[in-house]
């Protein structure tokens, strides 16, 4: 299937302009903390004034940030198509998302405790159910094919894209925008720390040993992808996959590691056996996310378009890895974005450029 | 073209209505309604509901009641398909729908962390470790895809549709499919909220019902490739034929009032199955028993398969279990084509003038070969699936 738009919004701004900028300037201190109980703690926040959109967020009034941040995402991915004629009684949503709503979760229970199980909010409620945000996005945008969240925390949106590409050719749908979503509130933030500990600079150090400090993210990301490759194509998603820790990885020439903190000891990324020309791990510019896969699935595919290499922006700590350590402009024709996850067990999803003579895998 | 490649060659369930599949069919032949006040947690709200009164031993989990629930369920089908303790040997999947296992929403937790800025993580680590799909799949060794589906009340049903879909692309030969769901006092308050639900016993499509009584459960389905069942020396009398999924792209609580998604979902399984709507013998519908559900979807029904559908609703005898309703639903659907026979719509008694169609009021004998099962969500999500019986030989 092929990538033929993309839609994102982090903690740097919104769209692949600034996802590009992002990836040119480097790291960069978050600028948001959360508060929790007397104690701050940096995170990798959307700012307020990105998820200002009044088009896009028409009639979303009682929405919360996460089904905004979704919408935008999703609306986004589709504009970049510059498709002007889909069917969207024939294009499906998938969204993928860790921990859901929890912030309008933590809000309906204060209602409880704060005012008794019958005077609770309904919008609250139904705000908190998972597939809100997709809800929101099916409205939004008019698209009426299968509507689907899914969740399988460290792998859910590689679960999502492996699933976008049955629909494709089952034919299902002929359009899939397929994408991913988490939010980071006060509750997170207290359970990040005291989990897997927050680094008090804000700076993510992958691969570093023996454990690497979270900086909890949000934001969300979505593709529209299709069989066909009408447009101009980011990349053609080649493959995802399921496997272990020793399994041979695919000969890519750049290896994007989702290392972000997130699994206590990043030693499987370390370790990994893939004979990769070279690796890199771009979690540092939105945070430790568990769909972080769907932000570095992003930066792959913004690269193969751009044929460009990007540095890792936190090289450091990164012993036995040939990890990229300056920007430049090379050819890149595979890429592959590898996630492990607690027990050692990975997901991979493998990106290759689109050549116009190439011909689309199933 | 029919399409009967995927066979059905286990089921399994729990509710109120029974601890099995066997328990289930013998309560809808009785008529039984186990309903009543909740015990499972405090609550100064008065609506009944339909808990279930046992969980066999082996398979409870401590703070993990949905899970507890789906492993009784999925414990059944594999032993019906003659799977059990082989999981590893084969390329199994798990897709499995939910809504409470999902979500941290521990009430505890969140009063001491807002209490006193400090809460144990033990609920925040049952939360991590009880992904339903990882669960399931871990504890039966099953090394194919896993995913858990989360789309409010159609969970279980959209759950059986992934997972048809990673058979017919070759992902898997076997795929555990259906949802799971424990009554929990967070979505007991929402829907309360919500104003659907009934402080009487649910009455599904019936001239004066008011409301849903919620529900807890697991249902679930084995599917196999017909390949692979043949490998192994598998037999089944029944197969998914189709499955069909669609947004109304309408509202995010209220289905759109002529249902237009949910026929363009059934018409979609209709297609896959490569059957016609007279081919149809039976429908299990959604059949909350609100006003507005009931409404939609006997619209729906009667779009499709015209105002002489034989239909009804087993949310009568489990209440609505939210993600495991449509893994519940399927399975009782599918009993119903292998019994020849399917039970009255509890709670129905009077026809309600503005929904062209009528549920059963009485057991009825089933003479054809197919069955859909229907779902809708919160959200304005839909999904519909087709479930086949062979020939008799």
Redesign the interface.
């Known amino acids: 299937m092929k990538v033929l738009g993309m839609g994102i919004i982090f903690n740097r701004g919104r769209g692949g302009s600034a996802l590009r900028d992002a990836l040119r300037q480097g790291w960069q201190p978050p600028l948001s903390e959360v508060q929790?109980?007397?104690?701050s703690h940096p995170v990798y926040q959307v700012p307020t004034d990105v998820l200002q959109d009044r088009a896009v967020l028409k009639g979303m009034r009682r929405a919360d940030r996460l089904s905004k941040m979704a919408v935008i995402a999703a609306s986004d991915a589709l504009a970049d198509s510059e498709l002007t004629e889909i069917d969207r009684?024939r294009t499906g949503?998938i969204v993928a998302?860790g921990?859901?709503a929890?912030v309008t979760?933590?809000d309906?229970?204060?209602g409880?405790?704060d005012f008794?199980?019958?005077a609770?909010?309904?919008t609250a409620?139904?705000?908190?159910?998972?597939?809100?945000a997709?809800?929101?996005i099916?409205?939004a945008?008019?698209?009426?094919?299968?509507?689907?969240?899914?969740?399988?925390?460290l792998?859910s949106f590689q679960?999502a894209l492996?699933?976008a590409?049955?629909?494709l050719?089952?034919g299902?749908a002929d359009h899939v925008l397929v994408g991913a979503v988490d939010q980071c509130g006060e509750?997170m933030a207290?359970?990040a720390n005291?989990?897997l500990g927050i680094a008090r600079d804000g700076k993510i150090r992958p691969f570093a040993s023996p454990s690497t400090q979270a900086v909890p993210g949000e934001g969300a990301v979505f593709f529209l992808v299709s069989r066909n490759g009408d447009g101009r194509p980011y990349c053609e998603v080649k493959d995802v996959r399921?496997g272990v820790r020793g399994e041979v990885l695919v000969p890519a020439e750049l290896t994007i590691f989702d290392a972000d903190g997130m699994v206590p000891d990043e030693l499987s990324y370390a370790s990994h056996d893939a004979p990769a020309a070279a690796v890199a791990a771009y979690s540092p510019l939105w945070g430790s996310m568990m769909i972080g896969s769907a932000f570095s699935c992003a930066a792959g595919a913004l690269m193969l378009r751009d044929q460009v290499r990007y540095a890792s922006p936190v090289p450091a700590g990164s012993d036995g890895l040939n990890v990229l350590s300056e920007t430049f402009d090379y050819s890149v024709e595979l890429i592959q974005c590898v996630r492990y996850n607690c027990s050692a067990e990975n997901a991979v999803i493998l990106l290759q450029k689109c050549t116009a003579d190439r011909p689309v895998s199933p | 073209m029919m399409n009967d490649s995927i066979l059905i060659t286990g089921l399994g369930s729990i509710s109120a209505a029974g601890t099995t599949v066997s328990e289930s069919v013998l309560s809808f032949k009785n008529g039984n309604r186990i309903c009543g006040p909740v015990t499972l947690f405090d609550t100064s709200l008065k609506y009944p509901v339909f808990e279930v009164r046992h969980i066999p031993s082996q398979f409870h989990r401590e703070g993990l009641r949905t899970i507890s629930l789906a492993l009784t369920a999925v414990d059944e089908a594999l032993a019906q398909s003659g799977l059990l303790g082989t999981v590893q040997e084969f390329r199994v999947g798990v897709c499995l729908g939910t809504t409470v296992a999902s979500q941290l929403n521990d009430l505890e937790f969140y009063r001491a962390y807002r209490t006193s800025g400090s809460a144990s993580l033990e609920p925040v680590d049952r939360y991590l470790k009880g992904n339903l799909a990882e669960y399931v799949a871990k504890n039966i060794g099953a090394r194919g895809p896993r995913l858990t589906v989360v789309n409010a009340c159609s969970s279980g049903t959209d759950a059986i549709g992934v997972a048809l879909s990673w058979l017919r692309n070759g992902i898997c030969d076997i795929a555990i499919a259906g949802g799971a769901d424990e009554l929990s006092r967070i979505p007991y308050c929402g829907f309360g909220s919500l104003g659907i639900m009934s402080v009487e016993l649910c009455s599904p499509f019936d001239r004066d019902r008011k409301g849903l009584n919620l529900g807890e459960g697991a249902g679930v389905v084995v599917l196999e490739t017909r390949e692979s069942a043949r490998k192994r020396g598998a037999t089944a009398d029944l197969f998914l034929a189709g499955f069909g999924a669609s947004a109304d792209a309408y509202h995010l609580t209220a289905p759109h009032p002529e249902g237009v998604g949910l026929v363009a979902a059934i018409r979609k399984a209709l297609a896959q199955a490569g059957i016609e709507p007279g081919d149809v013998a039976f429908v299990n519908a959604h059949g909350t028993a609100t006003p507005e559900n009931d409404l939609a979807e006997g619209k729906a029904l009667a779009n499709v398969f015209g105002n002489n559908v034989v239909m009804l609703s087993t949310k009568g005898y489990t209440g609505h279990t939210l993600g495991a309703a449509g893994g519940l639903e399927a399975v009782f659907a599918a009993l119903g084509l292998r019994e020849r026979w399917v039970p009255k719509c509890a709670g129905f008694r009077d026809k309600d003038p503005v929904i062209p169609i009528a549920p059963t009021d009485r057991e009825t004998k089933i003479a054809g070969r197919y069955a859909v099962s229907t779902s809708l969500a919160f959200g304005g999500n839909n999904a519909a699936i087709v479930i086949g019986r062979g020939v008799d030989q």
């Open positions: 929790e109980k007397g104690r009684r949503v998302t921990c859901g929890h979760t933590f309906f229970l204060d409880i405790l008794g199980e019958a609770v909010s309904p409620f139904s705000n908190s159910v998972h597939n809100a997709a809800s929101y099916s409205s945008l008019g698209v009426q094919g299968p509507t689907l969240t899914v969740t399988q925390f792998f679960g492996q699933l590409g049955a629909w050719r089952e299902s509750v207290y359970i005291a989990k399921f």
